[in-house]
């Protein structure tokens, strides 16, 4: 009797062992912060360092976190940046993700180049990103845009828009990058106003809104009524210029960059934004790691694929047939038709 208890028992404690195990293996978790109960959500880690305009540039790099944030708020990725205060940041920064283990680490801007270059060939294993700067290497994805494509749109608001003929451009530092902005937007304002002079000045830095601020106020005493700013940070100082002598009851206007930038400085002084969808580039890119589809390699987003183009609420201020003129030569460069300058030529010149 004691035999047949104890076989009894050993067959009891069997059967719930094997139960437990069925239930483990049909169990579906749920990862912290997916938001979602009962399924198994792979959370991603992404890592982004900015150059030294900072995250909160209003302009790229701050696009480039929003895009990392959605994707923490959708329960995929963890999320952290570091902020770049000098060159020399750009390798320990990059470096601090790859060591950490996280599974996508970006460098957001031109000037990060050659440290993801370097941190991408001493660990061929990790997987980064950049933008607006191509790497050559298998475990890089590079992504840039055909700035001078959308640039050349806000240039034929300006050229159309302006009152004195005298508009300016302000840029960070004289960089391929930025060098496309610059020519496809003298390019768009020849083409509605050949008779228009475009002043530009590169101010050398991206971090310094006095810089920008100075810049601006030469080009308004000078007679400029539009400014267009590719500048980062340092366009701040473009906006905050503009502010104050609109506030005077002077008529100027800037055309913001990158983002709707209206959002942040308000209609009585954004004529419009060249948007560059960096946000959609960065999600984009970041969603491949997660889906397990990531592939080194250049991506270059145009006018054509809705990379580039001006903001949606460019109707506030600007009149329904100049935007119907903007939508012609939009028409004109996604067919080929016109094929925009992008100062490649001038600066080998």
């Not at 205060?85 to 283990?101: E, G, Q, T, W």
């Not at 957001?108 to 191509?134: Q, S, T, Y």
């Not at 800037?254 to 946000?279: A, C, N, P, Y």
Request: with cysteine; proline share 3%.
């Amino acid at each position: 009797m004691k035999k047949l208890f104890n076989l009894s028992l050993v067959m009891v404690l069997a059967l719930s062992v094997v139960l437990a195990g069925c239930g483990k293996n049909e169990e579906k978790t749920t990862t912290e912060g997916s938001g979602t109960t009962g399924e198994t959500t792979k959370v991603v880690k992404l890592g982004m360092v900015t150059d030294v305009g900072g995250v909160n540039d209003k302009s790229f790099n701050q696009s480039a976190w929003e895009a990392l944030q959605a994707l923490k708020t959708e329960g995929t990725a963890e999320v952290q940046y570091l902020q770049s205060k000098s060159p020399d940041n750009y390798i320990p920064n990059l470096n601090k993700f790859v060591k950490d283990s996280y599974d996508l680490t970006w460098g957001i801007g031109f000037d990060l180049g050659d440290a993801v270059k370097e941190v991408a060939d001493k660990n061929p294993d990790a997987k980064l990103a950049i933008i607006d700067g191509v790497v050559d290497a298998p475990n890089v994805k590079s992504v840039t845009f055909a700035e001078h494509e959308g640039s050349f749109l806000v240039g034929v608001v300006a050229g159309l828009m302006t009152t004195s003929d005298k508009i300016g451009f302000v840029g960070g530092s004289k960089i391929p990058v930025i060098v496309r902005f610059a020519a496809g937007f003298e390019a768009g304002v020849k083409a509605v106003n050949p008779d228009a002079k475009v002043t530009i000045n590169y101010t050398g830095a991206f971090d310094k809104p006095d810089q920008g601020k100075a810049a601006a106020a030469t080009m308004y005493n000078d007679g400029v009524d539009i400014i267009f700013h590719a500048a980062g940070a340092t366009g701040t100082g473009v906006f905050n210029e503009a502010t104050a002598r609109v506030k005077a009851g002077e008529k100027v206007w800037v055309i913001g960059v990158d983002k709707d930038q209206s959002i942040e400085f308000g209609d009585e002084v954004t004529l419009t934004s060249m948007v560059k969808r960096v946000d959609q580039a960065v999600k984009k890119v970041s969603q491949e790691v997660i889906d397990g589809t990531f592939k080194g390699g250049i991506e270059t987003l145009t006018l054509k694929d809705d990379g580039v183009g001006i903001a949606d609420t460019s109707s506030k201020n600007v009149p329904a047939d100049i935007l119907a003129k903007v939508e012609e030569y939009k028409a004109k460069i996604v067919s080929g038709e016109i094929i925009v300058p992008d100062g490649e030529e001038e600066e080998k010149k």
